[in-house]
């Protein structure tokens, strides 16, 4: 059962992650106008079918006004989420965001330099550092934000071992992809940076040995990211990946939120109609 929608707000990043399944380069157009993201909020908060909205990009916080989106989707009742690569915040925005943001999700998949170099996972050179991730967990648990961090496993940190970043981190939740191929999105290089079944298991079996006992672990192979998230993108579409490669509705202002959610279950089987109300049939949570 899927309660969280996404709401993928922007398509720029200042990284280029080459396993990247959003990087929305089927899409011209930067997007919609602020005013028309808020009514998107809105309907999404007064279908009553979810409760939790989780902002993603690209790069959320390279929208100027990405905190009055959370504040807004928090007054209208929201759960709220964002996950960012953290390259944007820092301690400050965490203590003043914190009345309305409910989880702080980080993608963090390397402390080595070279592997987030060569990943992508950097802007000019420049990476995310570990001092700076502890102060953002640490501004987290002062000011009641739950931790999450999100690693993807690729050719670039399969052979790595995280547990001790994370634990002294100490999210309330890590979860951990697999480099997923998805066409239109990252397929011209996903060559460089797909990893078996095997080499994914590996990964998480050595992470989480030793890894405290109260951080809980979701492992998510490719076979359950496609498909397994409901999502809206920077111009007002629901859309998904079960196919292997994007799948858009019309606009959701031009045809009205449940028109445009049939439209992505018709082809993927996600959605059932009971009484009038949608039950929303996927096999993951974000």
């Known amino acids: 059962m899927i309660t969280t929608i996404n709401f993928h707000v ?34 999404l908060a007064n279908s009553r079918m979810f409760k939790k909205i989780n902002f993603a990009g690209g790069e959320p916080t390279l929208v100027p006004y990405i905190d009055e989106f959370i504040i807004y989707a928090k007054n209208l009742g929201f759960e709220t989420s964002i996950v ?35 990943s992508g996972r950097n802007q000019n050179g420049k990476t995310v550092s570990k001092d700076k991730l502890i102060e953002l967990a640490q501004a987290c648990r002062q000011y009641g934000v739950n931790l999450k961090i ?9 052979d790595e071992c995280l547990t001790n970043l994370i634990n002294e981190l100490n999210p309330f939740r890590w979860k951990i992809l697999q480099a997923t191929k998805v066409e239109g999105q990252n ?11 095997t080499e994914f298991y590996n990964f998480c079996s050595k992470n989480k040995n030793k890894l405290n006992f109260d951080i809980k672990t979701i492992e998510e192979p490719e076979n ?42 018709v082809n993927s089987n996600k959605f059932v109609k009971r009484e009038g109300n949608y039950t929303i049939k996927l096999n993951q949570v974000a």
Not at 150 to 157: A, E, H, L, Y
């Open 224 to 265: 359950l990211i496609q498909g397994s998230y409901l999502m809206v993108d920077m111009l007002g579409r629901f859309y998904d990946s079960s196919k292997g490669s994007h799948s858009y509705s019309e606009p959701i202002l031009k045809i009205g939120l449940k028109s445009a959610i049939n439209q992505v279950s």
């Open 10 to 43: 922007i398509k720029a990043c200042n990284y280029k992650c080459k396993f990247c399944y959003a990087t929305f380069n089927d899409i011209s157009s930067k997007g919609i106008s602020k005013e028309n993201q808020f009514e998107i909020i809105k309907e």
């Open 187 to 197: 397929e011209k290089q996903f060559d460089l940076t797909m990893i078996s079944s």
């Open 84 to 118: 960012t690569n953290a390259s944007k915040i820092n301690y400050d925005w965490i203590k003043n965001i914190s009345p309305y943001l409910d989880i702080l999700a980080l993608s963090v998949d390397s402390l080595n330099e070279i592997s987030n170099l060569k």
């Open 150 to 158: 999100n690693t993807v496993v690729s050719q670039f940190n399969k």
